[in-house]
């Protein structure tokens, strides 16, 4: 590789929430979604290059952001976008507030898919709309599956405006089919609701599985959707909080600049810039080095945990490196389930009942560090079940 994933970096000392200072030094963070990686090295001397500028005023806004994000979506997926459908924003996040507040109203009601990343649920929340949750549910082998059912009968609701969809979903792993993906857009545009696909997990799959924008799959989703995207899972610069939406309706588009005017957040970062276009032109090498590595992680936790810890269940990761573990079989309540990780097991997952109800009984691992930093967590995982077994 012309990466090395193996090395392993003190981000004690670089004010990292991940290894906050208030964290015990005794336990092994494995919890948000940034990866204990080294950038890419184009990233670091991009930065550097620029940095050596003692200017640090407002930038321009060159186009190469757009191009770059169209270029990423053609080589990665295969989806040809026109690079006037891409917006800036300050992360991913802020897209969500920006679709509420452009196409519903207060009162009205957007969809969610937990077990689902938290904010989904907030933004919503604090922006004055109702939720409606279609939970994902298990198959035998711990598989989520979709409730067409249910969901149905949450979008034909009169008040229900938008859809948002994690896809590759946090936490549940899974990469949609195209048949489930289809299925989605059909009943979105029967019943008149817009999806918000957060594909920011976009480019970590599996083998023998893979993503698919949902605005790719036909014209109709792509004029009754936003698909927003972020390079900073891949490359380990969430810090620079720059992430785009691509938006092929023109109406939805300028609809969306005009909530983004209101909001004063058109102003562009120097750094999130220049690593967002580095990342998606320079660093194709890196995405695919990673995710080679993150393949041979995930085989070394499924393997252990089926083998060596059998009262903790994990179905197939399809996608994301942030694994959803099963924990129910150790008969705990959550506050104990947590309290078991933390001070037991000594490591920092996330809380699975953060991601809704439907999370009880789960924790959340990221996998995107050294396998060396795996394998102790994982030695120190088993030592703990076990002397579970023996009290």
Not at 70 to 86: L, Q
Not at 101 to 125: E, H, N, S
Not at 359 to 368: C, E, H, P, S
Not at 372 to 383: C, I, P, W, Y
């Amino acid at each position: 590789m012309k990466h090395n994933f193996d090395e392993l970096i003190d981000r004690r000392v670089s004010e990292c929430k991940k290894y906050e200072p208030s964290y015990p030094k005794d336990v092994i963070p494995m919890w948000i979604a940034d990866t204990d990686f080294a950038v890419p090295e184009e990233i670091a001397e991009a930065i550097q290059k620029r940095a050596e500028h003692p200017c640090f005023g407002y930038p321009v806004e060159s186009f190469e952001f757009e191009r770059a994000a169209a270029r990423w979506e053609k080589v990665r997926f295969g989806w040809e976008i026109d690079p006037e459908w891409v917006k800036y924003s300050n992360g991913v996040l802020p897209f969500l507030m920006y679709a509420i507040r452009a196409f519903a109203y207060p009162g009205d009601k957007v969809v969610i898919q937990p077990p689902v990343y938290p904010p989904f649920q907030a933004i919503t929340k604090n922006n004055g709309c109702q939720l409606l949750t279609n939970p994902l549910i298990q198959d035998d082998n711990g598989k989520y599956q979709i409730d067409f059912e249910d969901l149905e009968e949450k979008l034909k609701d009169p008040r229900t405006k938008l859809f948002f969809m994690s896809n590759p979903h946090n936490p549940v792993m899974r990469a949609f089919t195209l048949e489930e993906l289809t299925r989605i857009g059909e009943l979105c545009l029967k019943y008149h609701v817009i999806v918000i696909a957060d594909e920011i997990h976009c480019d970590l799959t599996y083998k023998g599985y893979h993503h698919i924008p949902f605005a790719s799959i036909s014209e109709e989703f792509a004029q009754n959707s936003m698909v927003l995207i972020n390079p900073s899972k891949t490359f380990n610069i969430a810090g620079f909080r720059t992430g785009a939406a691509i938006i092929p309706n023109k109406k939805m588009r300028d609809n969306i600049q005009i909530i983004i005017e209101d909001n004063k957040n058109y102003g562009r970062t120097i750094f999130g810039m220049l690593s967002f276009i580095t990342a998606y032109t320079e660093c194709d090498y890196y995405a695919d080095e990673m995710m080679d590595y993150l393949e041979e992680n995930k085989n070394y936790i499924v393997d252990f945990i089926r083998n060596r810890i059998p009262k903790i269940k994990l179905a197939e990761p399809e996608a994301t490196y942030l694994l959803w573990l099963d924990c129910r079989d150790l008969q705990m309540t959550q506050p104990e389930l947590k309290t078991f990780f933390f001070e037991k097991a000594k490591l920092g997952l996330n809380d699975g009942a953060t991601f809704g109800i439907e999370g009880t009984g789960f924790m959340r691992m990221n996998i995107a560090c050294p396998r060396a930093t795996l394998v102790e967590a994982l030695n120190r995982l088993e030592k703990a079940v076990n002397e579970l077994n023996k009290c």
